[in-house]
């Protein structure tokens, strides 16, 4: 849940082979001057197969732009396009809640190729 807790529903093996968690590069960042809350547009690469991703992200309390380009993230990649503001956003780019609130980013902790999926 958005809140960090949780629901406690069991979900079988095949529920979550459903969802693809990729690994992306962030090309480009940039400030979601539309955006009701704080928020950064980002532009992930997540290789040949499924090349370029667009997401909107709220991680404006631990990142700056410039620092994102070239991390490595964790999203999301089969929702539904999702229309946010002016932007339609392709993908989730993953993260956690902190003690504060903030969202710090679910990154791999070795470099690993491109659209590598989650499993």
Not at 14 to 36: S, Y
Not at 40 to 53: M, S
Not at 67 to 84: C, D, H, S
Not at 85 to 109: K, M, R, Y
Request: a negative charge.
């Amino acid at each position: 849940m958005a809140d960090g807790t949780t629901t406690n529903t069991e979900i079988t093996w095949a529920d979550f082979t459903k969802v693809e968690l990729r690994v992306g590069k962030v090309v480009h960042a940039e400030v979601f001057a539309q955006a009701r809350k704080p928020a950064y547009i980002l532009q992930v690469d997540f290789g040949p197969e499924l090349g370029l991703r667009k997401s909107s992200a709220q991680i404006t309390d631990h990142y700056r732009p410039e620092e994102l380009v070239g991390r490595l993230v964790v999203a999301v990649v089969n929702f539904p396009k999702k229309q946010i503001g002016p932007i339609q956003s392709e993908c989730l780019v993953t993260g956690f809640h902190d003690a504060n609130g903030h969202v710090a980013l679910c990154v791999p902790d070795l470099d690993v190729p491109l659209g590598t999926r989650l499993l």
